[in-house]
């Protein structure tokens, strides 16, 4: 709800600070006193139009901030979190400060933000209806909202949890057909160049790896004379005149005669010698393998690099690097085996959408059920609430249509339209279209009365909405907004005493002069006060006794 209203140098009203309380709060004044004043300054701060002939004429800057405090898990909370804006205690302060050469600057919580935020946070906290302003209702993209609250209030959320994964499943099995019939074509259209580009793959079947090994191979074949002398050369070394094996062996041969006579001090030798002798043998195998491996394969070097070179440029051609032609080649079999078996796959995905487009419709068939009904229940509560408020010539319908399949969503199918009619004979409309000032805002109110519980609005503005009425009908809108006021906070600025009677919190704006300058003053009334002005409503410019008599009455009959 609106707890705090703070204005600053806004056309007449210098200064004026407002602390607004739950339930029915009204606003009076004598016409021109400047109650338009104190909702222009509030539109502002909600995000409303900047007009620099809202600045005080001997100011430069104006200054606007309105204070709510919020239950938990609002709607606004949300979005202000997703925003990474931060608040305690579920409370919200909006501001809006714009300059007389044309700067203008807003702020949620002290934190600079865009116009379109504040706006979009300003919408879900505060609906006006009047002659000044008007939105929610009479915005026809917030139709489907306002019934799917109004039916679940009565049978909870079920559907919209069943129509929410239906659109998903059916939405998923969409995309994977898409998916599937896209890379199909894809593949179609260049399988000649897929199956040229496979076959040269599966000929020279790349391995991974074999970059490396090739690369290695090449280097020792292009130094292999240089290898191979090395190779004899130690060979040479090894069992030349000095023949190391030989020698080895034959120390092995002393040692071990001698070992028995030892006392086990020569074991750890002779162990040493005899590895020795077996590694060396195992050396002198390997060099001779060696070599005459190198040496028998004249054109192992030639056969390396053309193979080298090949994968080396089939990489390029796929600009990939060699280890990754393996997974090319991979790719592109599956492409082929696409085009193989694409239209099997693709029947297959296709039935399973069907599948869930048909879930998807019935689900959201029971939903549009389910919204028909709910609508007979709003049109009928509305229509009980017109006639009292003089409008009994009105009729109020909630339209139902289908959606064109390209517009079916997580919501459902179904197009919601609030319209009406206030004169017997005329077509129905759009309700911004039926009437305008004080009509339209009693038919707005009859509406909320209907709705009260079911939207998270905290704050309701009537602006008005007694116009042309006065009596019964004033009456009937007063109990009204009363009824309405106990769900949600309800401000009006109204000029009717019945309205006024019915007030829990009532200000009344006045307008002085005070050495040439003209100021606009709101103040809250105590139980005389309030008398007073109820009783100037009745009776004009001259209260007397008997005014003062019928506004007490008219206070007693509104608390009884």
């Known amino acids: 709800m609106l707890t705090h209203l703070s204005i600053r140098d806004v056309v007449l009203i210098e200064r004026l600070d407002i602390e607004f309380e739950r339930g029915l709060c009204v606003l009076t004044g004598e016409t021109g006193a400047g109650k338009s004043i104190v909702l222009d300054a509030l539109g502002l701060a909600l995000g409303g139009r900047?007009?620099?002939?809202?600045?005080?004429?001997?100011?430069?800057?104006l200054s606007v901030s309105a204070s709510f405090l919020l239950p938990a898990k609002h709607a606004a909370i949300d979005a202000l979190s997703e925003q990474d804006i931060s608040f305690e205690d579920n409370s919200i302060v909006v501001r809006r400060v714009l300059s007389r050469d044309g700067r203008g600057k807003a702020f949620i919580n002290d934190q600079p933000v865009s116009i379109s935020l504040l706006r979009e946070v300003a919408e879900r906290l505060v609906e006006v209806h009047g002659q000044f302003d008007t939105h929610g209702l009479l915005d026809p993209a917030t139709h489907l909202g306002v019934l799917d609250d109004f039916r679940r209030a009565k049978d909870g959320d079920r559907l919209d949890y069943a129509c929410a994964a239906?659109?998903?499943?059916?939405?998923?099995?969409?995309?994977?057909?898409?998916?599937?019939?896209?890379?199909?074509a894809r593949a179609a259209a260049d399988e000649s160049y897929l199956r040229a580009a496979l076959a040269e793959l599966n000929e020279l079947s790349?391995?991974?790896?074999?970059?490396?090994e090739l690369s290695d191979r090449r280097s020792l074949l292009k130094n292999a004379e240089h290898i191979v002398a090395a190779l004899a050369e130690t060979r040479a070394s090894l069992s030349g005149e000095t023949d190391v094996e030989s020698m080895v062996r034959t120390s092995a041969s002393r040692l071990a005669r001698l070992a028995q006579q030892s006392g086990g001090q020569l074991d750890g030798l002779c162990q040493s010698l005899a590895r020795a002798v077996i590694e060396i043998a195992d050396v002198m195998q390997e060099l001779d393998k060696t070599a005459a491996q190198i040496d028998a394969e004249p054109k192992a070097l030639e056969q390396a690099e053309e193979r080298l070179f090949a994968l080396k440029a089939l990489a390029r051609k796929h600009k990939c690097t060699v280890d990754e032609l393996v997974s090319v080649q991979t790719d592109l079999k599956i492409q082929l085996d696409a085009i193989d078996h694409g239209t099997d796959a693709i029947r297959d995905l296709a039935v399973a959408a069907s599948a869930a487009k048909l879930n998807y419709e019935a689900t959201a068939k029971t939903m549009h059920d389910a919204r028909l009904t709910a609508a007979g229940k709003l049109d009928k509560g509305v229509a009980k609430e017109l006639a009292p408020l003089k409008l009994e010539k009105a009729?109020?319908?909630?339209?139902l249509t289908i959606l064109s399949e390209e517009h079916w969503s997580a919501c459902g199918y179904s197009k919601v339209t609030f319209e009406a009619s206030t004169n017997p004979g005329t077509p129905m409309g759009p309700l911004a279209q039926i009437a305008s000032g004080g009509e339209l805002a009693?038919?707005?109110?009859?509406?909320?009365v209907v709705l009260a519980g079911t939207q998270s609005l905290t704050t309701l503005i009537f602006d008005e909405v007694d116009t042309g009425i006065g009596g019964a009908t004033a009456n009937a809108v007063g109990e009204r907004l009363f009824r309405l006021a106990k769900n949600v906070q309800v401000l009006v600025v109204t000029h009717s005493p019945q309205v006024a009677a019915r007030a829990m919190h009532h200000w009344r704006v006045a307008k002085a002069t005070?050495?040439?300058?003209?100021?606009?003053?709101?103040?809250?009334?105590?139980?005389?006060?309030?008398?007073?002005?109820?009783?100037?409503?009745?009776a004009g410019d001259k209260v007397t006794d008997e005014a003062r008599a019928a506004a007490q009455r008219l206070i007693a009959g509104a608390a009884s």
């Open 166 to 184: 239906a659109h998903t499943t059916w939405y998923a099995a969409n995309t994977k057909l898409r998916e599937a019939e896209a890379t199909t």
């Open 206 to 212: 790349p391995r991974v790896g074999e970059d490396k």
């Open 514 to 538: 005070k050495s040439g300058d003209t100021s606009t003053k709101v103040g809250l009334l105590d139980a005389d006060s309030r008398r007073e002005e109820i009783a100037r409503m009745l």
């Open 442 to 448: 009693r038919f707005m109110l009859a509406l909320k």
């Open 395 to 399: 009729v109020f319908t909630t339209a």
């Open 50 to 61: 900047a007009d620099l002939n809202l600045i005080r004429a001997k100011s430069d800057k």
